[in-house]
C-alpha cells in the first residue's frame, strides 16, 4: 500500500517551505541565468533561452521567399539554421513540403560540380551545395525518402547525384553519397535493378578518394547492398540480348 503525505520541508537544504504554489517554470530559468551569470568566474556558462518552436507557416514563408534568386542562399542558410535546432523542427520542415523544394535547388543547379569564386578570391556558396546538405542534414522520414526515390523525379535526382559524386566538391560528394545510401535502402528492387553503371563507378570513386569515414563507410554499405541487384540487371540484360530484344 501507498501512503501519500504532506511535506512541507526542501529535501535537500532542509529549510521549510512556506508556501504550496507552483513556481513558474519561466522564472525558474530567470533565476538560474541569473545565478549563471553571477558566477561565470567559476567557468559556469548561462543556460540559454530555448526558442520557440517553428511552424509549418513560418517554413512556407521561407520557402516562398527562396524562389527567388537573390534570396535563395540567405533562405536556406534559415532553413540549416531552422533544421539543425531540433527534431521537431526538421519533421515540420518536411511536412510543409522543403523536401521537394530542396530536391527542385539540387535538380536546377547545373553548375554544381564546378568550384566558383568571387572576384576577391573568396568562394562563393552555391545554392545546390547549401540544399544538398540541408536534405541529408534533415534525416528525411522513410516515408518521404520513399517519396523521393520512388516520385516522378526519382531518376532524376539520382542523376544529378551521380553528377555531385563526379565533380563536387569533396564536402557536397559525401552529402550525395550519404543521401543515397538512406534512399536506396527503402527503394523497390525494380529501382534498384534499373540503376545505371556509372552510378557504381562514382560509388567506388568516393570510396577510393577517401573523402571522409562516413562517406567510405556509406559507398562501401553501397556496393554491397546493391552488387547482387546489379548482378541480376546484368542476367536480365544478357535474356534480353539473347531474344533479340537489346
Known sequence: MVVFRQNDTCPVTKQVISGCEVTPNHTLRRLLQ????????????????????????????????????????EC???????????????????????????????????????EETSEDGFEITRPGDEALSILYGLQISESGLKNLIMGRNGELIIETLTKVMQGGNDESRAYAVLLLKSMLEVADPQKLISLKQE?????????????????????LELLINLC?????QNQSHRSQCSLGYD
Not at 549563471?36 to 526558442?51: D, M, Q
Not at 539543425?84 to 560540380?113: I, P, Q, W, Y
Not at 568516393?206 to 571522409?212: E, G
Not at 547482387?228 to 541480376?232: A, D, E, I, N, Q
Open 34 to 73: 541569473s545565478w549563471c551569470t553571477l558566477n561565470a568566474s567559476y567557468g559556469i556558462e548561462r543556460i540559454p533561452t530555448p526558442k520557440p518552436a517553428i511552424n509549418r507557416a513560418q517554413v512556407s514563408k521561407i520557402l516562398n521567399a527562396a524562389k527567388s534568386p537573390q534570396q535563395q542562399v
Open 76 to 114: 536556406l542558410r534559415k532553413l540549416r539554421s531552422i533544421a539543425s535546432e531540433n527534431e521537431t523542427n526538421k519533421r515540420c520542415m518536411e511536412a510543409a513540403g522543403a523536401v521537394d523544394f530542396l530536391v527542385s535547388v539540387v535538380n536546377n543547379f547545373n553548375s554544381l560540380s564546378f
Open 199 to 219: 552510378l557504381f563507378s562514382e560509388i567506388v570513386q568516393v570510396l577510393r578518394d577517401q573523402i571522409s569515414h562516413k562517406a567510405s563507410k556509406a559507398a
Open 228 to 232: 547482387p541487384w546489379g548482378k541480376k
